[in-house]
C-alpha cells in the first residue's frame, strides 16, 4: 500500500426481508387527500344545509355524508391509535380510505343517468376486486 493510499470499507449489502414479511400499506398521502375530501365536503354540506330545508335532501345525500362521517373517524382513529397497535391502525386507515373513496363515487354518480352510474359502480367493484386479488 502506498503511503497516501486510504482503505475503504463498504458496507455490507441490504438484504431484502423474505416475502412473507412483506407488508401493503397505504401511502399517507391518500389518507390525508381523503381527510381534505371530508373536510371541504363536510363545509359545503354545511353551507348548504343552512340555505335548504332537510325534506328536499335525498337518501343518497344523506348515505355521502354518512360515509364522508365514518372515513373520518376511521383515519382519524388510526392515526392516534398505530403507535401502541399497528395491525388496528392499519385496518381503521385502510378502512377510512375505503369509506372516501366510496363517497366520492357515490357522490360523483348522483346526477349520472343509469347506464353511467351501472358502468362506473362496475368499474369501483372491479377497482376493489383487483385490489383485493394483489394483497391476497
Known amino acids: 500500500m502506498r503511503?497516501?493510499?486510504s482503505v475503504v470499507?463498504?458496507?455490507p449489502p441490504v438484504m431484502a426481508?423474505?416475502?412473507s414479511e412483506l407488508v401493503v400499506e397505504v401511502p399517507p398521502e391518500l389518507g390525508m387527500l381523503v381527510l381534505e375530501f371530508c373536510l371541504t365536503a363536510a363545509f359545503e354540506?354545511?353551507?348548504r344545509s343552512n340555505q335548504t330545508?332537510?325534506?328536499y335532501y335525498s337518501m343518497t345525500f344523506h348515505?355521502?355524508?354518512l360515509l364522508m362521517v365514518f372515513a373520518f373517524a376511521f383515519i382519524f382513529?388510526?392515526?392516534y391509535v398505530s403507535s401502541k397497535h399497528p395491525n388496528l391502525g392499519r385496518v381503521l386507515d385502510h378502512a377510512g380510505v375505503v369509506c372516501g373513496v366510496t363517497a366520492f363515487f357515490v357522490a360523483i354518480t348522483v346526477s349520472f343517468p343509469l347506464c353511467l352510474k351501472l358502468i362506473s359502480w362496475i368499474v369501483y367493484a372491479l377497482s376493489l376486486l383487483a385490489i383485493f386479488v394483489c394483497n391476497c
Do not use: G, N
Open 17 to 19: 426481508p423474505p416475502p
Open 9 to 11: 470499507e463498504l458496507p
Open 45 to 47: 354540506v354545511a353551507i
Open 53 to 55: 330545508p332537510t325534506q
Open 63 to 65: 348515505l355521502v355524508c
Open 77 to 79: 382513529v388510526a392515526k
Open 3 to 5: 503511503p497516501f493510499e
